[in-house]
């Protein structure tokens, strides 16, 4: 394995004690601007991600290369003693820990942030749980998808004569990894200053919650509930899905009166400018339907790519629904390096999202894949901890590590 650049984050030690997403995708984060993020695993299985998302040929996660990036795995069987008492020579030395267990099982671990700050005071402890780690429902089982029902996008998702629907990925357990991470962050700046480290408290229905914009003065004090509208959004047009010549689709968002403007300038429609019916931004959300049958007629009749160039050259944002296999061929993702490329001993070459945000002085970088199941055995309990190879080996016989 090749030496890793150091990052901004490089003079930080991470233990990473969760599983599946919400907590390893916060140690993902971390360790992409260069954090030493330590996964304990248990001995055998290692984190279910291993096994999800597999690839038919090798029979190996195409998944668990991606959340494990740049993370170091270290197998412990947290529910032994001896397992319990590892991890806790781990954290004496740690400035983070990272964990999406239910709530008390840590505790029931005798590895609970009280017990932990005790042995090191500077810790910072961040808990990524489905309901957070008080109130009535916080023992409750809780995977992410049960925290964007609860947090409300799951409602509002979807057509209207259909269930809610849900999009494609792992949206709650993401967006609370995300909060978890501001919150590491946060709070390691205030260590700074203070000395001290504290609990980051992430949970998935209030990471949901935290982007559903007005949704509650709209409830509140408008008395509007939002509902399933499909692809738009109520009384903002034009800003749709249209088709093109040849069965494709592209979007356009012109709901601004200027833009709006520059979009019937380059439809040859300036006679919709002044047109009562969609001369402001209220007329427009008012006569979506109609606005939409129009601006579609035009679409259809020409092929993407000319359509996309007048509106850009317009000024109009409009792109198109990009599949991977877009993404690959697009020569602004390979301008800014959107896509990385890593060697893989499996899959010979494997791509992946690179790091974001960009920084400019210190920026952040994908080194290597996630690691084999207690890769970094001997340089953990060897010469971090330093537990010699006949004690390491007998750890390992009585399934410790």
């Given at each position: 394995?090749?030496?890793?650049?150091?990052?901004?984050?490089?003079?930080?030690?991470?233990?990473?004690?969760?599983?599946?997403?919400?907590g390893p995708f916060c140690g993902q984060l971390l360790a992409d601007f260069g954090a030493e993020v330590i996964k304990l695993e248990p001995p055998g299985t290692g984190d279910p991600m291993r096994q999800w998302g597999r690839e038919k040929s090798h029979?190996?996660?195409?998944?668990?290369?991606?959340?494990?990036?740049?993370?170091?795995?270290?197998?412990?069987?947290?529910?032994?003693?001896?397992?319990q008492a590892l991890a806790r020579k781990i954290i004496a030395d740690a400035d983070i820990v990272v964990e999406n267990f239910r709530p008390g099982t840590l505790e029931r671990w005798g590895l609970g942030f009280d017990e932990m700050r005790e042995i090191n005071p500077r810790l910072i402890m961040a808990r990524v749980t489905g309901y957070g780690q008080n109130g009535p429902y916080a023992p409750r089982a809780g995977f992410g998808s049960i925290g964007e029902a609860m947090g409300g996008i799951r409602y509002v998702t979807g057509n209207a004569d259909m269930p809610p629907s849900r999009a494609g990925i792992s949206l709650g357990d993401?967006?609370?990894?995300?909060?978890?991470?501001?919150g590491v962050l946060t709070a390691v700046h205030h260590r700074e200053r203070t000395g001290r480290g504290q609990l980051v408290d992430s949970a998935i229905y209030e990471a949901v919650l935290a982007m559903m914009e007005s949704l509650l003065p709209e409830y509140a004090i408008g008395g509007y509930q939002r509902e399933r509208t499909g692809s738009v959004l109520p009384n903002i047009a034009p800003s749709n899905v249209y088709p093109t010549k040849g069965g494709e689709m592209i979007l356009v968002a012109a709901n601004q009166d200027s833009v709006f403007g520059r979009l019937?300038?380059?439809?040859?429609?300036?006679?919709l400018i002044d047109n009562p019916l969609y001369c402001d931004h209220a007329a427009r959300g008012a006569n979506m339907v109609e606005l939409d049958d129009i601006i579609g007629a035009w679409t259809a009749t020409r092929g993407t790519d000319e359509v996309l160039d007048v509106l850009h050259e317009a000024g109009v944002p409009a792109g198109r629904i990009y599949t991977a296999r877009d993404m690959f061929d697009d020569p602004h993702f390979k301008a800014r390096e959107a896509i990385v490329r890593l060697a893989h001993p499996d899959f010979g070459e494997i791509p992946m999202a690179g790091v974001v945000p960009k920084l400019s002085d210190s920026p952040g970088s994908v080194n290597h894949p996630g690691p084999e199941l207690g890769e970094h055995n001997s340089e953990i309990y060897g010469r971090l901890l330093g537990i010699s190879e006949s004690d390491r080996i007998a750890l390992a016989e009585r399934g410790i590590i």
């Open positions: 394995m090749s030496e890793r650049p150091a990052g901004p984050l490089s003079d930080l030690r991470v233990v990473e004690m969760g599983q599946l997403l919400a029979g190996k996660s195409l998944w668990w290369p991606v959340v494990a990036r740049n993370k170091k795995s270290v197998t412990c069987n947290l529910r032994s003693e001896e397992g993401s967006l609370a990894a995300v909060f978890a991470t501001i019937a300038t380059a439809m040859d429609r300036t006679d």
